[in-house]
Each structure stands twice: as structure tokens, then as C-alpha cells.
């Protein structure tokens, strides 16, 4: 293990085996770059659940100036316009580049691409492969791609625990398998580790999402922003599974409507409808849950009976459940899917701290804003990998020496986690739940347990959503319901949090009144 592993020396590190990380990897070829994947590549990303497709401006009525508008419209206010603007007009050629590398995305009979409808989008501009499918098709590509690339050293079954750093620039990487600790030196390092959807107990992320990369940027040095910002997409499959199934957008783009027990269509009178941004959706369907109701999303007339050739995925685990969605309702419920906040980056990557870049959903771009526009994700991850990958390429690549590591942190367990952030940070929030959270996780993210790193980044979302008293975007007070006439960034250490969180331990504890459903 010694020879092989000084032998990847000095080579940059990519962390995470997603569509961020698999992308970068490949973008950075013919240079040798090293690529860690905890689990075997697809097993725990998110990308491979991703039924929407991406978004980019590919049909004749559409242009990059009117998705450019629909992401700042959604974003509420934080995104940042320039960023949005080089993202969204790079969006067309990262899809032609997919598909060079063997993505089947769906054309119609003419060839042209067959453009789905999501919330919040003023044109079908959105790009899918095999139907519902889109996630696995681009992972299946991605995986073959970098297991025959000849320059990328996967090690798959490694897990990175650590980032050593010393002022403030990274020297090595400390990483865990079955055989024990190592070291990979290097001063160039990339965190594509995905989002926080398994610090949550309902989820449409893998369970092993649950912030690693959040942890190893925050516990370097990294500032951190927008973490208070968390989608909640409002029609996860109602059931025991988890991840919780996604029902995608696109079954209510192609008409499909939302209903109660009693068969009213309760979303008819806003704007937008059921195609709404996806805060608001979500918000109304778990106001109809906290009384009582259950709700169902009712594709029956539209998609009808094509429901099954259209979403054979969805078609095929609501058949397990009993459900046949052309002639029964689908029950739905709100569930954590993806996390706007993020390790603060620079438009080609860069972080705070020398040698660190991020990619994908553990960074934040400022593309999302406060609430990211359907269909967004997976673009920008790959169209920023690119970029990234250049970042990379150019900076410096001097030999480092890391210092001896230490004793590993076990590996992490976010079960204890789950319960506290579901009921203090869930879809409604308010100033007692916050705290309760905060009270609750302070202890754990200071101790050397399985559950620390997940508590760690558990205080940071807790008390960057204890500061912002407003309602914006994914993040809802309900004790702040109005937003404010400025719209700010959040910006955020690790000191600064725990010691914000050490301030509010130290006050008396309000009593604790639970919004959940």
C-alpha cells in the first residue's frame, strides 16, 4: 500500500464519485488525478436518482436570456446574476458534450430533442434521458468514461476523513479503507461529495449524503455560504422507502395535478399552480398535512394512460406499492433534495483556503440563489467541473510534505443527527425549534463520536438559519414570514458557528413547540 500510494503523490485529489466528480476527473485528462469514491462509483450519488434531466436552452423559442431570467426569478433574490448568466449560456454545450460521450438522451422522431416542462420555467428546455431515467443514463456514460480513461486513478472503497492543512493551504488528504489510514500528499484537492439530504429522516438523497465534504472544508478553514437554504421537493413518493422515490416535476408539467383526501385541488388558485418554484409547492403541501389531510398528485387525466411509457421508473415502484398511477392518485409528501448553501467558491471552484476547489452540490456557486430552479443541478455541475478541471490544471504543483496524520475520526453515523434536524429545520421553521436543534447538536459536533461531523454541519445549517430572520426562498420562518427589502448573502466559519452556538447555549432555553406535520 506504502509504494502505491507515495507513488500517487503530488497528484490532485477529487472527493466524490457523482456526476461532479467523475466529470472533473475526466475534464482534467491527460493530467493524472487521483478520484475517491467512498462507495463503489454510482452506488451513494445522487446524480444516479436525478429523474429530471437538465436544464438548457435547446429549443427553437428558447434562449439562454430567457433561462437566465427564470433562474433569477426562482433564486429569490441571492443568486448571482454574472455567475448565472456564464452557467446558463454554457448549459448547451455541456448537453452536445453528453451526449459525445454516449448519454441516449430522448429525441423526437425528427431527431430534435424532446424538451420536458418544469415548475418555474417560461419554455420546455428541459433535456431527458430515458424518460424518468435521466440520472442513470449520465451516470452509466460518466462511469464507463472514467473507468477507461487511462490518466484517472480510481479508488473506489476509500473515504476521505481529513484535509491537512497548514497556513491555510492543503498539503494531503487523509483517507480510510478496509486496510486501514493513509496519506496522499498533495496541494491540490476537490470536494464533490454531494449534498445533506441524509442528515434528514425523509430524503430522495442516499443515506450516505449527509455533508462529508461540508465537514472537511468547514473543519480546514473553509467559509462556508447560503447553508440555511434547503429544497424540499414537495412530491416524494409517500412511503417507507428510502431514499423517499421522487415523483419528478415533469409528471405535473405534463399536467398531472395536486389533491387532498377529499379530491380538492388546492394549489389551483396561486400562480403558477402546481407548477409554482418548488418552496411554495412544498409549503402548501405540508400545511395540508399539518391538518390532517394526506395528498395525492393526480395524473390520471394527464399523462393518463401514457403515465407508464412516459415515467417507467415511477411507474414501476408505484406498482409495487399497489399503485397504478393511470387510474390511482400517487401519495406524495415533501422531502429534503437538495441543498442551495454550500463550501463559498469562486466561479472556477475555488474556495478560502489555497489548493481546496469544490464542484457540484457541495459548493455554492451562487447560481441556485435561495432556491434552486428545477433541473439546474446536474447542469451546473457539469458545466462547472469544466471549469474547475482548468482551475486545477493551471495552479501550482509543487511537492508538499504533510505532517503525520493523527488518529482517524470513526466513520460517520448521522442516525442520531436525523430526528433533530427533521423537526428544527424542516420546512416551516421558527426561533424555538432552531434553538432546541442547536441545543441538542452543540455536544455532539464537539465530541469524537461516529455522529460529530454530521452534527458539526448540522450546528452550521442551524445557526445560519437562527440568523436569518426572514422568509426567502427554501428558507421559511414562520416567526419571520416576510422577506426583507435586502437581499444578503449568509457567510460562515466553523469558529463562528460554534461560537454563535456556544451564545445560545448559554441563554435560557425557550420552550420547544414542534411545527412538523
Known amino acids: ?3 502505491e500510494i507515495s507513488a500517487l503523490a503530488d497528484r490532485p485529489v477529487i472527493i466524490g464519485g457523482g456526476a461532479a466528480g467523475l466529470m472533473t476527473a475526466l475534464q482534467m485528462a491527460p493530467e493524472p488525478v487521483v478520484l475517491l469514491s467512498k462507495a463503489p462509483l ?41 455567475i448565472v448568466r456564464r452557467i446558463v449560456h454554457a448549459a448547451p454545450a455541456a448537453v452536445e458534450h453528453l451526449a459525445r460521450l454516449g448519454v441516449a438522451f430522448d429525441r423526437r422522431a425528427d431527431g430534435g430533442w424532446r424538451l420536458g416542462l418544469e415548475a418555474a420555467h417560461s419554455r420546455n428546455r428541459i433535456v431527458h434521458a430515458t424518460g424518468d431515467g435521466t440520472g442513470r443514463e449520465i451516470m452509466r456514460a460518466l462511469i464507463a468514461a472514467v473507468r477507461r480513461c487511462p490518466s484517472i486513478t480510481l479508488l473506489e ?10 497556513d491555510n493551504s492543503i498539503q494531503g488528504v487523509i483517507a480510510v479503507n478496509k486496510q486501514g489510514q493513509f496519506v496522499i500528499e498533495t496541494a491540490r484537492a476537490v470536494l464533490a461529495t454531494g449534498g445533506i439530504g441524509g442528515l434528514f429522516l425523509e430524503s430522495t438523497n442516499p443515506g450516505g449524503c449527509y455533508g462529508q465534504g461540508l465537514a472537511l472544508a468547514a473543519r480546514a478553514g473553509a467559509r462556508l455560504s447560503d447553508l440555511e ?3 424540499f421537493h414537495p412530491t416524494a413518493f409517500d412511503g417507507p422507502s428510502r431514499p423517499m422515490p421522487l415523483v419528478t416535476e415533469a409528471v405535473r408539467g405534463d399536467g398531472a395535478i395536486l389533491i387532498d383526501d377529499s379530491g380538492e385541488r388546492f394549489m389551483a388558485d396561486q400562480p403558477g399552480a402546481e407548477l409554482a418554484p418548488r418552496d411554495i409547492v412544498a409549503r402548501a403541501v405540508w400545511r395540508r398535512r399539518a391538518e390532517g389531510q394526506r395528498v395525492f398528485l393526480d395524473a390520471r387525466k394527464h399523462p393518463g394512460a401514457d403515465f407508464a ?11 409495487m406499492a ?9 401519495p406524495v409528501r415533501p422531502a429534503v433534495h437538495y441543498h442551495m448553501g454550500g463550501i463559498a467558491v469562486d466561479i472556477e471552484g475555488r474556495s478560502t483556503v489555497e489548493g481546496l476547489w469544490a464542484c457540484g452540490e457541495v459548493s455554492r456557486t451562487g447560481l441556485h440563489g435561495a432556491n434552486r430552479l428545477a433541473s439546474n443541478s446536474l447542469m451546473e455541475a457539469i458545466v462547472c467541473a469544466q471549469w474547475v478541471a482548468g482551475s486545477v490544471k493551471s495552479a501550482s504543483r509543487a511537492s508538499v510534505k504533510a505532517r503525520a496524520a493523527g488518529a482517524p475520526m470513526p466513520a460517520s453515523d448521522p442516525s442520531a443527527v436525523r430526528p433533530i434536524l427533521s423537526q428544527g429545520l424542516g420546512v416551516l421553521r421558527e426561533r424555538h425549534g432552531i434553538e432546541h436543534a442547536i441545543r441538542s447538536l452543540y455536544p455532539i459536533a464537539n465530541g469524537r463520536t461516529a455522529a460529530a461531523d454530521p452534527a458539526l454541519v ?10 436569518r430572520e426572514e422568509s426567502r426562498g427554501g428558507h421559511y420562518r414562520s416567526d419571520f414570514p416576510d422577506i426583507l427589502p435586502a437581499a444578503e448573502s449568509s457567510s460562515i466559519s466553523l469558529v463562528e458557528a460554534l461560537g454563535t452556538a456556544c451564545e445560545i447555549l448559554e441563554t435560557e432555553p425557550l420552550s420547544f413547540g414542534s411545527v412538523q406535520p
Not at 157 to 166: C, D, H, P, T, Y
Open 1 to 3: 500500500m506504502s509504494m
Open 42 to 82: 454510482g452506488a451513494e450519488a445522487s446524480s444516479l436518482w436525478a429523474q429530471g434531466g437538465l436544464a438548457a436552452a435547446m429549443g427553437r423559442d428558447d434562449d439562454p436570456a430567457l433561462h437566465v431570467a427564470d433562474t433569477l426569478s426562482a433564486g429569490a433574490g441571492l443568486c448571482d446574476e454574472a
Open 157 to 166: 472503497g476509500v473515504e476521505a476523513r481529513s484535509l491537512i492543512v497548514e
Open 229 to 231: 437554504f434547503v429544497q
Open 309 to 319: 411509457k412516459r415515467y417507467p421508473v415511477i411507474s414501476a415502484f408505484c406498482k
Open 322 to 330: 399497489g399503485i397504478d398511477p393511470a387510474t390511482d392518485p400517487i
Open 458 to 467: 448540522g450546528v452550521m445549517i442551524a445557526v445560519a438559519a437562527w440568523r
